[in-house]
């Protein structure tokens, strides 16, 4: 079996040279590819995974050659936004060299973005040698400005890093969205708050709704908010104007008169996404996840490791995408299973 690759990166993709993108059984072109890189976080958010995780054995996960290579193949296969997300995607060891592999692809001009999510703990460290590999625009996940309340949410998180780690993000030129999880009795009270500190510093800001990933504990269930009632709310102090923007994500979007911002909604439960679906999910391990909501996955590590020939896991990513569902059925209630046994860290946030 081919191990793992040590050589150089591949070659930047020549936009000339790309093929035809790929199509899923109903006709959406699959340009946007979400990449985990580690299952382990030096957080334990609440809604994200258990206080006592076991984590994946190292040997599992695929080796940043690997994740290169596979980024590259579907790079090649017409994916213009690349996100990088975890677990904590900053916590996996020489993960920088991974960014600056990949950046090649920017500077081509065949990859439009890559982006990072992250927790915003390591920030300081790494903000202005992202900017500097081209990187333009970061997520940061923040559910609340109160220090105590943040380290309920978070079980071990130290608020002031995480803001010290933004304001170094817009030291650098990055641009800053806040993604904040709506929860029902926890957060619900500081939104508005929330919403006028981002846009008052230049930032964006997303609302999420809590989804039924890994073990439903009863609190989760209890803090589920639909991000219907927090519209509603929003629009009895502030004045919202749809907009048609789409930054590839499943997001839809206000702006915020009142404070000049751009606010998002991401709905999976009252109102799902799925019909512009135009994403695919790669775990740490190398599963494909064609979908959030369903279990269906093709193995890609597998392919990386049976052949140094990129043909090979380009034929599989195909496959992969052929099977790609229409959407999923997200529901959350205390009768209900998890709409799938993972948790959020494993498919990547």
Known sequence: MWGPRTDDPMPAVSVSARPAP??????????YLRVSVTDRCDLRCVYCMSEDMTFLPKRDLLTLEELDRVCSVFVARGVRKLRITGGEPLVRRDIMRLFRNLSRHLESGALEEMTLTTNG???RQHAAELAALGMRRINVSLDTLDPEKFRAITRRGDLPTVLDGIAAAREAGLKVKINAVALKGVNEDEISGMLEWAHGLGMEMTLIEVMPLGDIEPERVDQFLPLSVVRERLSERYSLTPLPDRTGGPARYVRVEETGGRLGFITPLTHNFCESCNRVR???TGQLYMCLGQEDAADLRAALRASPDDAVVAEAIAEAISRKPKGHDFVIARAAKPAVPR????TGG
């Open 22 to 31: 790929l199509i899923d059984p109903f006709q959406r072109a699959i340009t």
């Open 121 to 123: 703990t390591r920030l």
């Open 282 to 284: 790669l775990t740490c």
């Open 343 to 346: 948790h959020m860290s494993t």
